[in-house]
């Protein structure tokens, strides 16, 4: 266990609903990264925040994609008008205090479009 | 942006033999280089790490070693046992964002 959270663990929904996922992440740190995984594929940087900033965003987050971060603690990742395209692992990582460049995984949300 | 390349993307050895996984990586800023284990269903888990001032590290049976002036790391476990059975993956960083650049993944599968 990384300490980092995310739920659900699944969600399977129909093309053109909204989802939205949750990341609880190691506590008390500023960082924290949105990455999304395909079957047979590495993870891939969609985002990242600095407390409750947002500081980049990948091309592969459209317009569809939203994510938040209040008060600098947990993370939301939405999805409106989902295409079966956007059937993936999501994943959410944190760097712990003592090391910033070191990132742990949370279990990931595993999303599946009808 | 960083390109991450990994060899191979299968690989079957003997239990007890050891496994070597390469990558390479694009942008000489790039200065940490994490591996992850993966199991099916799982999130990656950090295994071993390497930053660029240093050229080797061992953990256990898991060493991983770090070529700068050649832009390659590599993944070094000895002595496999089956519950090394997994995917695992490389990626570099660099110092202003920290964000992964992954390679595509090796699986390794451990025979008995």
């Known amino acids: 266990d990384t300490g980092v959270s995310q739920n659900p663990r699944h969600k399977i929904t129909k093309r053109g609903q909204n989802v939205t996922f949750r990341c609880d992440p190691i506590s008390e740190h500023n960082r924290l990264y949105w990455y999304r995984q395909t079957l047979g594929q590495g993870p891939e940087f969609l985002t990242y925040f600095q407390n409750e900033a947002q500081l980049e965003k990948s091309r592969l987050l459209s317009d569809r994609f939203s994510a938040e971060r209040p008060k600098g603690s947990f993370s939301t990742l939405e999805i409106q008008r989902t295409e079966q395209g956007d059937s993936a692992m999501y994943l959410c990582a944190s760097p712990t205090e003592s090391s910033t460049d070191t990132q742990y995984f949370g279990p990931g949300t595993r999303l599946t479009v009808l | 942006g960083e390109n991450v390349e990994q060899h191979p993307s299968t690989l079957s050895v003997q239990e007890g033999d050891s496994a070597v996984i390469k990558c390479t990586y694009s942008d000489s800023a790039s200065n940490y280089f994490p591996w992850y284990k993966q199991e099916l269903g799982k999130g990656p888990q950090l295994i071993i790490d390497i930053r660029s001032n240093v050229g080797e590290k061992k953990d256990q049976r898991i060493a991983v070693t770090l070529n700068k002036t050649a832009k390659h790391f590599s993944l070094h476990i000895t002595e496999t046992q089956p519950e090394d059975s997994a995917v695992y993956f490389c990626?570099?960083?660099?110092?202003?964002?920290?964000?992964?650049?992954f390679g595509a993944g090796t699986t390794v599968t451990v025979r008995a």
């Open positions: 990626a570099a960083s660099m110092e202003d964002d920290y964000k992964l650049s």
